[in-house]
């Protein structure tokens, strides 16, 4: 097929289609030949015809297609809402960011926009502008001014980047809706519990032990304190101590008692006095006085003027002990002034203290300490444990 023929087929195919009477094929030949023009299709669709061309030698013509005419951009009317202002709008923009652009209208960082920026536009669309909204926080003692989206209180407090603790205190409350110049008031609450530690003393428990002579001791378990705790829950807010309440107290460790025993074995011995040996089974220091009847408190006309508690008369060889520390009615040794028998109590005389009666006549003077030797026989009563501080 020759390129004048297919040129004519291209014409009637246009001619048929859809692209209007404002499209037009040019052809052009190189060299003396003369331009084609093609006859504008009708609107009826029919069939053009063709010029032949002579048969030339001359190249083949170049082939070129005009652009077709654009068409027009869709046009929206749109009502934006911006805080207390409104306006309708014609226009041409593609989406809600391109609107606001071609307005003039500048968004902050805390203002809000429904529909968002990248919505695209349609008929009758309104676009909602809620502008930030200033706020005064006041926390940690110190205020400050800030911008915040419109909304609760909760949310302005997560904008501005004041994080919350589960005491703290808020007002208003977190979800009260807030206006412009609001103040925020945060307090911020801290509690902590202090425990303290108070010993609880064991107690000492005393065991008879065979194994241990007699007025000897030995520890044969130790004691251990125990332990009474006690809570109090201290509340800050702010930092600043604001009450302190005593939550109670209990035993957080049992004490442990220590168990002492006292010896309980008792071995005889012998020592020489003025009237020839004595055996003794116990040998006890104690504080050591002399006494008479006359100095014993009592007036010479009293009827129990020198009788001592035993019914003897007092005098040499009577002494005055405590009962249970010395047996009553038992013997003792005492070096330099010699064996006495234990016949009175005195009132005065209490512990280890040894009380040595003279007949007037006779009185020494005693003021010290002195080892004093119980004789035998060995009571069947015996006290064995004597107490450990000297009078």
């Not at 960082?109 to 676009?127: A, N, Q, R």
């Not at 809620?130 to 926080?137: C, E, F, G, N």
């Not at 915040?148 to 409350?173: F, K, R, Y």
Request: charged letters at 15%.
């Amino acid at each position: 097929m020759s390129r004048t023929t297919l040129l004519a087929v291209i014409l009637i195919i246009l001619g048929a289609g859809s692209l209007g009477a404002a499209t037009y094929l040019l052809l052009q030949a190189e060299g003396s030949h003369s331009l084609a023009e093609a006859v504008p299709p009708t609107t009826t669709g029919a069939a053009v015809t063709a010029v032949s061309p002579q048969p030339t030698t001359s190249p083949e013509p170049a082939l070129t297609l005009l652009p077709t005419a654009t068409l027009p951009a869709a046009s929206f009317s749109v009502t934006i809402m911006d805080g207390q202002d409104s306006r309708t709008l014609q226009t041409e923009a593609a989406t809600v960011n391109e609107l606001l652009s071609e307005a003039g209208i500048l968004l902050g960082e805390k203002d809000l926009i429904s529909p968002s920026l990248g919505t695209p536009l349609s008929e009758d669309l309104v676009i909602q502008i809620s502008r930030a909204i200033p706020l005064t926080v006041v926390v940690d003692g110190q205020t400050y001014a800030i911008f915040s989206s419109p909304g609760t209180t909760s949310a302005a407090l997560t904008q501005a980047g004041i994080s919350l603790g589960e005491l703290d205190m808020v007002t208003p409350a977190l979800d009260t809706p807030l206006n412009a110049g609001d103040t925020l008031n945060v307090v911020h609450v801290r509690e902590e519990v202090i425990v303290f530690d108070e010993q609880v003393p064991y107690q000492t428990i005393y065991q008879p032990s065979d194994e241990l002579d007699l007025d000897t001791k030995a520890i044969l378990s130790s004691g251990v304190p125990g332990i009474k705790r006690q809570s109090t829950r201290i509340r800050y807010e702010d930092g600043v101590e604001v009450s302190r309440e005593f939550e109670g107290e209990w035993i957080e460790q049992e004490p442990v008692n220590e168990v002492i025993g006292y010896g309980t074995r008792i071995t005889t011995n012998v020592i020489d006095t003025p009237e020839g040996p004595r055996e003794y089974w116990r040998v006890v220091h104690m504080r050591v006085t002399a006494y008479t009847a006359a100095s014993s408190g009592k007036s010479p006309d009293h009827p129990s003027y020198g009788i001592t508690a035993s019914g003897r008369p007092a005098g040499t060889g009577i002494v005055a002990v405590d009962p249970n520390v010395i047996p009553f009615r038992s013997e003792v040794y005492v070096p330099g002034y010699g064996v006495g028998f234990a016949g009175d109590t005195g009132g005065g005389v209490k512990g280890l203290w040894i009380d040595l009666g003279y007949d007037e006549d006779e009185l020494q003077t005693w003021n010290g300490y002195t080892d004093v030797y119980y004789l035998t026989p060995i009571p069947a009563e015996i006290n064995y444990l004597l107490p450990e501080v000297l009078p």
